[in-house]
């Protein structure tokens, strides 16, 4: 077996390499997408208060609404990537950050009754 493998990095050293980098590459995606898997799973994340700081994709992550319902429900047209937080989409729609978070729970609990989450 040993020779063989030597044998194979003898002659194609490139495609060994690749072989080496796809593996490894595999790997890390692999534990990445366990690790967001767990995050999200976790009950101290879901359904967490909304703060100024968060981002609309945190919070349709926490809440489980899907994206093409947040996005209208914040004005936020679909794939525009403003990196906007809750608290300037707020103030951009000159109302507080607990009336926004209101319709956002709102949306989550119609979301939810829909199945959609």
């Given at each position: ?32 997408t ?10 101290d ?73």
């Amino acid at each position: 077996m040993k020779d063989r493998i030597s044998r194979i990095r003898k002659r194609h050293p490139l495609l060994l390499a690749l072989f080496a980098f796809a593996l490894v590459a595999m790997v890390g995606f692999g534990v990445r997408t366990v690790g967001f898997w767990l995050y999200w799973r976790h009950p101290d994340h879901q359904e967490q208060p909304i703060e100024a700081w968060m981002p609309p994709r945190y919070v349709g992550m926490s809440y489980g609404i899907p994206p093409d319902v947040l996005g209208p429900l914040l004005g936020l047209e679909p794939g525009e990537d403003r990196r906007l937080t809750m608290g300037q989409i707020a103030a951009e729609r000159g109302q507080s950050l607990e009336e926004l978070a209101a319709g956002i729970k709102a949306a989550a609990d119609a979301a939810r009754a829909t199945g959609d989450r």
